[in-house]
């Protein structure tokens, strides 16, 4: 698991090649303390690892970009995405424009998942991002806007157990603020030419080796990769609420006991739904949601850089 973080220089050239994506979502970070006040910023989020962030996988990933600038701004922590092995082979990157997106995540560290994997970075205290529900919740159907969609097992709660590790279960929503989604993969796999390109590159990473829970039956297993089809809007803005830390140091129950294991999944899943449902009754309080707003009030208030939200 050696790894360099990025530069100064590379973070400050990250940084303004996705100005205007920053610019356009007004990205709204907000946590829980301790005693269960939300506050703005991550002040919420424990520093001293290994923390596992556990969360709800915004349509086509939109709110990872934000997500690992501000995390490493505001904490000066880097946070380790584990994502899908097939963005980390010749089969996304041979794509137009995919190149530097994938060149990005491995900059900031993100890592193919596997059971290996997660036990190192967990093994050396790292804040780890993990996305239960994977490219399935990803790439989501219509419909199924904050929909936790997450396969019923319970390892990473285990694993997380092993390791004491710290987890903070989080929601954000803003996916339907920038582009609506008019042509899923139900849509998709009914054109004759589009649809079978699809399943044949699939079927191309499933031989190469490159499939999650290829072991799994059900909706979950279901994890084909596609490029949906996307209406953009104006944009309006992206909220994040990262839940109340809970902690497993000394809880090897978790360990040994599946049950118990499986009640705190169930408990984190629950909460990572609950922020979303928050916020998507608060967001409708924000006077700076829409984007022509929010550049209004930057233009005439130099002296922060912090747009106001709705209040909490």
């Known amino acids: 698991m050696d790894f360099l973080p990025p530069s100064k220089s590379e ?3 990250t940084t303004k090649d996705n100005s205007w994506f ?9 946590s829980t303390m301790e005693n269960g006040k939300i506050v703005r910023g991550l002040a919420g ?10 969360g709800y996988h915004m349509l086509m990933g939109l709110e990872i970009v934000p997500l690992v600038h501000e995390y490493l701004t505001q904490t000066k922590i880097l946070l380790r ?3 899908h092995p097939t963005l980390f082979t010749q089969l996304v990157e041979s794509r137009p424009n995919a190149t530097s997106f994938v060149d990005m995540l491995k900059l900031y560290g993100a890592t193919p998942v596997t059971a290996s994997n997660f036990f190192k970075l967990l093994a050396t205290k790292s804040h780890v991002l993990l996305y239960p529900g994977g490219a399935r919740e ?11 969609i997450w396969p019923d097992r319970q390892e990473f709660i285990r694993m997380a157990a092993k390791f004491g590790a710290t987890i903070v279960p989080f929601g954000v929503v803003g996916e339907d603020d920038i582009a609506q ?9 009914s054109i004759p030419i ?9 079927e191309e990473a499933a031989r190469s080796g490159f499939t999650v829970r290829g072991d799994m039956d059900g909706e979950i297993a279901n994890q084909m990769l596609y490029i949906p089809g996307l209406l953009p809007k104006i944009p309006g803005r992206f909220y994040f609420l990262f839940g109340k830390p ?7 129950d978790l360990v040994k006991d599946r049950e118990k294991a499986r009640e705190l999944y169930l408990q984190v899943k629950s909460e990572v739904q609950n922020n979303m449902n928050y916020l998507l009754k608060k967001r409708e309080e924000d006077p700076y949601r829409n984007v022509i707003d929010r550049t209004v009030y930057r233009a005439f208030s130099a002296t922060s850089d912090d747009v106001p939200t709705f209040d909490f």
């Open 11 to 13: 973070f400050k050239n």
């Open 22 to 30: 920053f610019n356009f979502t007004g990205p709204v970070m907000l």
């Open 45 to 54: 989020v424990p520093r001293e690892g290994p923390v596992l962030l556990v």
């Open 81 to 83: 995405g584990i994502a």
């Open 138 to 148: 990803a790439l989501h159907r219509k419909g199924e806007e904050y929909k936790v």
């Open 181 to 189: 989604l008019v042509l899923d993969y139900d849509d998709l796999k």
């Open 194 to 202: 589009l649809g079978d390109q699809i399943r044949s590159e699939n």
């Open 246 to 252: 809970i902690h497993t140091k000394g809880r090897q």
